[in-house]
């Protein structure tokens, strides 16, 4: 897997998790991850073709929902929901795992300079 596949799991796991925990709790900032989600999407080109700009503005992104996700589990420990800490534990894994990736290949590059 590289970078670019990491965000397209990533970005889909947030858009379908997070539509998954707004209509279900008909909360609005369950639409964040979504946004943060599709955003991501439209980094993926970008990725692909190893556009450092846009490697920099999805790295920012993830890792800005990735820390955005630990309110949500707290409230969803707090209530007592396990379906909502899945949920919100299965964002947060795939924002750890795109985050390694994208590190991964920041190395790489760099050793190629």
Not at 24 to 34: D, K, M, N, Q
Not at 36 to 61: D, M, Q, R, T, Y
């Amino acid at each position: 897997m590289n970078s670019y596949k990491a965000n397209i799991l990533n970005s889909l796991i947030l858009i379908i998790v997070g539509l998954w925990g707004y209509f279900e709790s008909s909360s609005g900032t369950a639409i964040i991850p979504v946004i943060f989600g599709w955003a991501l999407l439209f980094c993926s080109p970008g990725l692909k073709k190893e556009n450092k700009v846009i490697a920099h503005i999805a790295v920012l992104a993830t890792l800005i929902c990735l820390l955005g996700l630990f309110m949500p589990l707290n409230g969803a420990i707090g209530r007592g929901d396990n379906l909502g800490v899945l949920r919100v534990v299965a964002m947060i894994i795939s924002g750890i795992i795109a985050m390694v990736f994208f590190v991964k290949s920041f190395i790489a590059n760099r050793k190629k300079s």
